[in-house]
């Protein structure tokens, strides 16, 4: 059984940071690729970013471009966001999920099989 677990979240002023965790079990983690979505209120579920297996393509929304920054650690099942210079507009759920298996980075939620329960983020002063 697949899971995924989102940490990390919280409140945090404009222009802070933070670092989101998805720590993955029941799959072979390093064969996936992995990505992040965030789903704000009456809004769609949204690609943030995402990363292959090996970890040696990185892929972004153009508005986090610079800003965030995804990795992974495959020894610990784990892919992780870290998030700087936040912005209202970045408040959110954020999920992490498993791409199927499509070549390269997709951007759309339905070509990911599975999700973790999400994690609040606040940007707020």
């Known amino acids: 059984q697949v899971q995924l677990v989102e940490s990390g979240g919280g409140l945090v002023q404009p222009g802070g940071s933070l670092r989101l965790s998805c720590a993955a079990s029941?799959?072979?983690?390093?064969?996936?690729?992995m990505g992040w979505f965030r789903q704000a209120p009456g809004q769609e579920r949204i690609f943030v970013a995402g990363?292959?297996?090996?970890?040696?393509?990185?892929y972004y929304e153009d508005s986090v471009k610079g800003r965030f920054t995804i990795s992974r650690d495959n020894a610990k099942n784990t892919v992780y966001l870290q998030m700087n210079n936040l912005k209202p507009e970045d408040t959110a759920v954020y999920y992490c999920?498993?791409?199927?298996?499509?070549?390269?980075?997709?951007?759309?939620?339905?070509?990911?099989?599975?999700w973790g329960q999400g994690t609040q983020v606040t940007v707020s002063s």
């Open positions: 999920a498993v791409q199927k298996n499509v070549v390269g980075i997709t951007t759309t939620p339905t070509e990911y099989d599975y």
């Open positions: 029941g799959l072979t983690f390093s064969t996936y690729t």
């Open positions: 990363i292959i297996q090996t970890g040696g393509i990185t």
